[in-house]
């Protein structure tokens, strides 16, 4: 007999404890993200919002984001097929502070930048980045990853409002 494809995968660790975040947390995560460095701020944002992996998000390029629609088209990772691409819908004023802080628009002009990465970290800084805004968001334990990120984006509904992002 053949295994249930999601056997085994679960919101909480072996302990119990969470491996996502709850809404409060996300919270937390955006109000300590907001108080980052303009490339930290923004790498944060989008990853809480898009419900990305951080590889994923470290993978946008100029051209990956379309300004007037409001939409980041991500690339995603994990599938069995190459090339799958989501189109997740950011708030207007994110995009807005991403073309003016990585003058997009004029990078999607020229051929040479337009598919050169946005943040040009590695994953492991990329890593200790959103962990260091989690700390400041006093978020620790199972959950205090940027997996939690994700698993929180797919299991709750932001409350947060954006616009003043």
């Keep these: 007999m053949r295994e249930h494809a999601n056997a085994g995968m679960s919101l909480y660790g072996s302990t119990g404890s969470r491996k996502y975040l709850n809404a409060a947390e996300r919270r937390r995560f955006t109000k300590a993200a907001l108080q980052a460095p303009p490339e930290i701020r923004l790498f944060c944002l989008v990853l809480n919002l898009s419900g ?7 993978a946008l390029t100029p051209a990956a984001i379309d300004i007037d629609s409001g939409v ?3 690339t995603t990772l994990k599938r069995r097929k190459r090339g799958i691409v989501r189109q997740v819908p950011l708030p207007r004023n994110v995009i807005s502070k991403l073309d003016r802080g ?4 004029q990078r999607q002009r020229d ?5 050169r990465r946005i943040w040009k970290w590695s994953r492991t800084t990329a ?3 959103v962990k260091e805004v989690m700390a400041a968001a006093d978020i620790s334990r199972t959950a205090a990853m940027p997996k939690g990120l994700r698993h929180g ?3 709750t509904l932001p409350r947060t409002s954006y616009h003043s992002i």
């Design 72 to 74: 980041a088209n991500i």
């Design 102 to 105: 990585f003058h997009l628009r």
């Design 127 to 129: 890593w200790r980045r």
């Design 111 to 115: 051929p040479d930048s337009a598919y």
């Design 153 to 155: 984006f797919g299991s």
């Design 52 to 58: 990305g992996r951080i590889s994923e998000i470290l």
